[in-house]
């Protein structure tokens, strides 16, 4: 079985500083991890995703994420937070192959605070 | 980037009433589609993977008489909640899986506030 921690409920940054959002995994084999957003009323938004290769993975938005396979984390950041970063993040996990069940933690609400 | 789109955004039903949610891939065709429950301040529950041309698969725990799901086409999927009771008032979010291998993505359509009365 796959699963997803995410142990913040909530972040709170200030504007222009760093943020980060962490996120680790629980999953057999190679992990397929993923970053969403989710506003207000709305779907989730794709920000970026690890396979392979380089363990630094940047997306959307500025933001990028790291995989630690000895860690089992995948923690999002982001150099300098705006505003209108703050938003709902999940992070997601699956296993590689065909259409395979996509695992998401709880969500951790990020608030960046002008 | 590919588009999914979801009708209507905002539904509000009579407890006893059915009420169905389309999700449409605009731009790509999706055997799969997936269909996700999220309730307030949670995390996204799968419910079913709709498959086109076959009867959808459910996760455990989850109706398949109440949540009746049809893959009438490459480009459409449908979520009908039958006889909809207030418990059932939750925000729906179909996805369908777009690229190319085993590293395609996930594209998620806006969501469906279903809220019965």
């Known amino acids: 079985a796959q699963s997803v921690a995410q142990p913040e409920d909530q972040v709170n940054v200030a504007e222009g500083n760093p943020l980060t959002v962490k996120c680790t995994y629980s999953?057999?084999?190679?992990?397929?991890l993923f970053w969403y957003v989710q506003y207000p009323n709305r779907g989730l938004q794709f920000l970026l995703k690890?396979?392979?290769?380089?363990?630094l993975v940047k997306g959307s938005y500025g933001f990028e994420a790291e995989f630690n396979k000895s860690q089992t984390s995948f923690h999002l950041k982001k150099p300098s937070a705006l505003v209108s970063d703050s938003a709902l993040y999940f992070c997601?996990?699956?296993?590689?192959?065909?259409?395979?069940?996509?695992?998401f933690g709880i969500g951790t609400k990020l608030q960046v605070i002008p | 980037g590919a588009v999914v789109s979801q009708h209507p955004s905002r539904v509000i039903c009579k407890s006893g009433t059915s009420v169905k949610i389309e999700c449409r891939s605009l731009?790509?065709?999706?055997?799969?589609m997936f269909w996700y429950r999220q309730f307030p301040k949670q995390s996204l529950m799968l419910m079913a993977t709709?498959?086109?041309?076959?009867?959808?698969?459910?996760e455990q725990g989850v109706e398949k008489d109440k949540f009746l799901i049809n893959h009438a086409s490459l480009t459409l999927s449908t979520l009908t909640v039958t006889s909809a009771h207030p418990e059932d008032s939750s925000f729906y979010i179909c996805?369908?899986?777009?690229?190319?291998?085993?590293?395609?993505?996930?594209?998620f359509g806006p969501g469906t506030r279903l809220t019965v009365t």
């Open positions: 996805s369908a899986p777009a690229g190319q291998g085993a590293s395609y993505e996930q594209y």
């Open positions: 999953v057999s084999g190679n992990p397929y």
């Open positions: 690890y396979i392979t290769g380089d363990n």
């Open positions: 997601a996990v699956r296993n590689p192959g065909g259409y395979q069940k996509v695992t």
């Open positions: 731009d790509f065709q999706a055997t799969t």
């Open positions: 709709s498959n086109e041309g076959s009867k959808a698969t459910y």
